[in-house]
C-alpha cells in the first residue's frame, strides 16, 4: 500500500497498519517531524514494538522506562556506542543531556541513567529553560548535547576536559561557499579546540553511527519476528 | 473473572484482560511488586492506557517520555502536588532525584522534567552506582528520594537549606514497642530537623496524596471512557 500526494493523517495511519500486518515487512521508520495535520506518535503506534524499529513508539519508549526495551531510538544507541568506543566517563559519573525531546533527549537520558548495557550514570536532563548552563554543567564529565542550536556548546559552558559527544544536528549558510548550507552540531568546534577532552565531530559523528545502528536494529527485528528471537 | 489461590500467570492475564473488556470496570491497579513466576509488567500491559489507572503500563509509561501522557503514575504526581503546594523550587531550578525504579524514581524524573504541568526543572537522577551523594546533591534545591533505604539522607549529604520530598517507604523494627515495625522514609528527620528547607513526612507525606492521586485518575479514567472526555 503507497502512499499518494495528497493523501492524509487517515491514510498514513492506514498504510502504517497495513505494514504492521504484512509478513514480509519487518521494520519500518516513519521520518520526522511530519507536516501539520499529520500526528507522527499516533501513525507510529500502529506498528507493534519489534517493527517500530526506531523504537520512538508508546510501547517502545515505555519498554525504555521499565528497562526492558525492544527497541531503543538509534541515535541514542549511537551517542552511546561512540562513549563507549572511547570509553568516555559514564559508569557512576555526571553526565549531562542538553535537550528533552521525546525522540532523542529523553530516551537517550533513560538509556544513559539505565543499568549496563545502559550508560549506568548518574544524569542530568537540562533543557532551553534551565538556563545558566555554565554552572549547570559544571560536574559533568561527559556532556551530550541533543538542542540543534549552533554554537551553544564553547569554553564559557564546557568544563575544561568535560568529552562531549555532539546529537546536535542544524543547517547554516557555508561562508565559503555563498547559496550552499553547512551541517553543524551544538559545540562551537574551533572554541573547544585544546580546551575539551573531546568532541565529537558533525557531520561525520553520531550521524552515520545512527544509521549503523538503525541497520542493527532492522537485523533485530528481523530475526525477532522471521525466528523468533528476542530482540534485544 | 476472580483469581483463585493457585492460580498462575497465565490466570493472571486471562483475568486482566478481561477487566480491560468490561465496560463495567473503568479502572483497575495491580498491586507490586509480585512473587515470582508473575510478571507484573507483562500482565499489566493487558490493560488499555485508559484503565491503566497508575499509569505504570509500557504504553503510558511511553506517551509520558512522549509529553502526552494518559495516566502517570500516582506517586510520582504525589510528589510534584506536595512540591507544587509548598511552592519548592522546581521550574528552571536543580532538581535531584535519588532512585531509578521504573515505577516511582523515572516516572517522578520525566514528570519533572516536562513543560508545564510538569515540573520543567533541571533533572539529575541517582542511583545506587552514582555514588558520592553528597558532592552530587550539592547543587540540588529539591530532592526527590524513591530508593526505600533508612537514613539514607542526614546532614552529609543533603545541602542546608535544601527542600526534601520523601518518596521512600521502609519498615525498621519500633524500639519502644518490640515486635512492632515503623514506616520510615529514607530522610533521618532528626538530623535534617534545623538543617534542611523543609522535608516532607512519613508516614503522612507523600502516602495518602498518593492515595488521592489514583482517586483523581480513577475518576478520570470514567470520564474518558463513560463521557469520552480526555484523560488529561
Redo the contacts between chains.
Keep these: 500500500m503507497a502512499l499518494e500526494p495528497g493523501d492524509g493523517p487517515e491514510e498514513l495511519v492506514a498504510t502504517l497498519r497495513s505494514l504492521d500486518r504484512d509478513p514480509a515487512v519487518h521494520a519500518v521508520l516513519v521520518e520526522h517531524p511530519l507536516p501539520a495535520p499529520f500526528d507522527f ?1 499516533r501513525a507510529v503506534d500502529e506498528l507493534r514494538p519489534e517493527k517500530d524499529v526506531d523504537g520512538v ?12 526495551p525492544v527497541h531503543v531510538p538509534a541515535v541514542a544507541r549511537a551517542a552511546l556506542a561512540i562513549a563507549r568506543h572511547y570509553h568516555l566517563p559514564l ?4 553526565t549531562a543531556v542538553v535537550g ?1 525531546s ?1 525522540t532523542v533527549g ?2 537517550l ?2 538509556l544513559l ?3 549496563p548495557p545502559g550508560g ?8 532551553s ?3 545558566e548552563l555554565a ?2 554543567l ?2 559533568a564529565r561527559t556532556i551530550f548535547s541533543c538542542v540543534g542550536r549552533p554554537g551553544l556548546l564553547d569554553r564559557t559552558n564546557v568544563p575544561e576536559g568535560a568529552h562531549v559527544v555532539d546529537v546536535g544536528l542544524s543547517s547554516v549558510p557555508d561562508p565559503d561557499r555563498p547559496g550552499s548550507q553547512l551541517a553543524v552540531g551544538d559545540a562551537d568546534p574551533r572554541a573547544l579546540d585544546g580546551w575539551a577532552g573531546s568532541l565529537s565531530p558533525v557531520p561525520g559523528g553520531v550521524g552515520p553511527v545512527t544509521v549503523a545502528e538503525l541497520m542493527a536494529s532492522t537485523v533485530r527485528a528481523w530475526r525477532s519476528l522471521v525466528r523468533g528471537e528476542g530482540v534485544a
Design positions: 506518535f513508539g508508546a510501547r517502545n519508549l515505555g519498554r525504555l522506562v521499565g528497562q526492558r559508569d557512576g559519573e555526571t528533552r521525546t529523553l530516551p537520558a533513560l541513567a539505565s543499568p549506568n550514570a548518574a544524569v542530568t536532563v537540562l533543557h529553560r534551565s538556563g554552572r549547570r559544571a560536574g
